[in-house]
C-alpha cells in the first residue's frame, strides 16, 4: 500500500519543482539573476519559504533547472518547426511569425537572456544552450547546408530577438521574414 501514496508524493513533489522552476524564471525576468534566493522563489511559487532550499541545493541548481527548461522549451519549438519545414519559404514565414510571438511577450526572452548570459560565464551551464543551437542548426539545415549561413543564422536569431527587446518597435514578421531569407536562401 506504499506504492501510491509514495506515487503520489512524488508526484506533488515533482508538481512543486516545476513551479518552482516556474517560479525562477519570473525572478530572473523581473529582477535578473541577481535577485534569485531560495525566499524569493519560493514566495513567487507560492510555496513555504523552505521548499526551493527543499528541491534545489543551491541557487546554482536552481539556476540550472531554469535555464535547462528555457532552452529544452526553445529548442522543442524550434524542432517541431523544422520537422514540418522541407525547406519551403513557408517556414521562413513561420518562424518569423514565432519570433514575433517571442518579443511580444518579453518576459520569458529576457529571463532566457539573463540565464543564456549565466552560461557563459560558467561553462558547465552550456548544455543547454548548445541544445538550443543545435535546433536552429537542424532548422537552417532544411534550407542550406553551408556551415557559414548556419552559424550565421543562429547568430542573427540571437542578436535580432536582443535588439527586439531594446526597442519599443520590434521587427515585424515581414522584416524578420526578410532578414531570413538573406541568410537562408
Given amino acids: ?9 512524488r508526484l506533488k513533489g515533482e508538481r512543486s519543482k516545476q513551479e518552482l522552476i516556474e517560479g525562477t524564471i519570473r525572478v530572473v525576468a523581473r529582477q535578473g539573476v541577481a535577485g534569485v534566493s531560495h525566499r524569493a522563489v519560493a514566495r513567487e511559487a507560492g510555496q513555504p519559504a523552505t521548499a526551493a532550499a527543499y528541491h534545489f541545493k543551491s541557487i546554482d541548481d536552481l539556476l540550472t533547472a531554469a535555464l535547462t527548461r528555457c532552452m529544452a522549451e526553445d529548442a522543442e519549438r524550434m524542432r517541431r518547426l523544422a520537422a514540418r519545414t522541407d525547406g519551403a519559404e513557408s517556414g521562413l514565414r513561420e518562424l518569423a511569425e514565432l519570433m514575433c510571438t517571442v518579443v511580444a511577450h518579453p518576459e520569458h526572452l529576457l529571463a532566457e537572456y539573463e540565464l543564456y548570459l549565466l552560461a557563459a560565464r560558467r561553462p558547465e551551464l552550456r548544455g543547454p544552450t548548445q541544445e538550443w543551437l543545435a535546433a ?4 537552417g539545415s532544411r534550407y542550406t547546408d553551408d556551415a557559414v549561413r548556419l552559424r550565421l543564422l543562429a547568430g542573427a536569431m540571437d542578436g535580432l530577438l ?9 521587427p515585424t514578421a515581414d522584416e524578420f ?8 536562401l
Fill in 1 to 9: 500500500m506504499t506504492g501510491p501514496t509514495t506515487d503520489g508524493r
Fill in 136 to 139: 536552429v542548426t537542424e532548422f
Fill in 162 to 170: 536582443m535588439q527586439a527587446l531594446l526597442t519599443d518597435e520590434p
Fill in 177 to 184: 521574414e526578410a532578414l531570413l531569407r538573406t541568410i537562408l
